[in-house]
């Protein structure tokens, strides 16, 4: 967690006291919604830059000479929405693979599309055509997962699997 993240919480909880004081059980409640949206997005963001980062590590540890480069308060586009959150880049000669995550942080961000918590943007430097959407949404169980969006509609589970899949047009020769 980075430092402006403790702050976040830390104003959040302060916020989420304030209410609970002065009687607005609705705003308390709205506060832990967003405190525990807030977890689920932190969760999946994890587990998708760690996921690829572990896998470059293990085609480095075979000869790959993956560069790996993390950029956290990242910013970018989808649609008319701004996204703050992290991106992993993967370099290896000229070829480059991009991941980056995140939501709208203040309401002048703009909103997720699709019912969803967060974004994510899988990008191949010069090969747009390999470039994936995706769109985290809660299961019917509450647990985050990446979904895969395909012109706008949700079509499957990002896996593990998917990702090596990108990794290996990464070092396709």
Not at 26 to 46: C, M, S, V
Request: net charge positive.
């Amino acid at each position: 967690m980075t430092d402006l993240d403790e702050a976040w919480e830390l104003a959040l909880a302060e916020a989420k006291h304030r209410a609970r004081v002065s009687g607005r059980r609705d705003i308390a409640d709205y506060l832990d919604l967003r405190r525990q949206n807030d977890l689920l997005r932190r969760t999946a963001t994890e587990w998708l830059i760690n996921t690829i980062v572990s896998l470059a590590a293990k085609e480095n540890r075979a000869g790959a000479g993956i560069q790996i480069e993390k950029q956290e308060a990242h910013r970018f586009q989808r649609g008319t929405a701004t996204m703050v959150g992290t991106r992993i880049t993967l370099r290896r000669g000229v070829r480059a693979l991009s991941i980056e995550s995140g939501w709208p942080r203040t309401p002048r961000d703009g909103i997720v599309r699709g019912g969803g918590l967060a974004c994510a943007n899988i990008k191949h430097f010069g090969r747009p055509r390999m470039n994936e959407e995706l769109l985290l949404i809660r299961s019917s169980n509450g647990t985050p997962k990446w979904s895969l969006m395909r012109k706008n509609e949700r079509q499957s589970v990002l896996k593990e699997s998917d990702l090596q899949r990108h990794l290996a047009i990464l070092t396709e020769p």
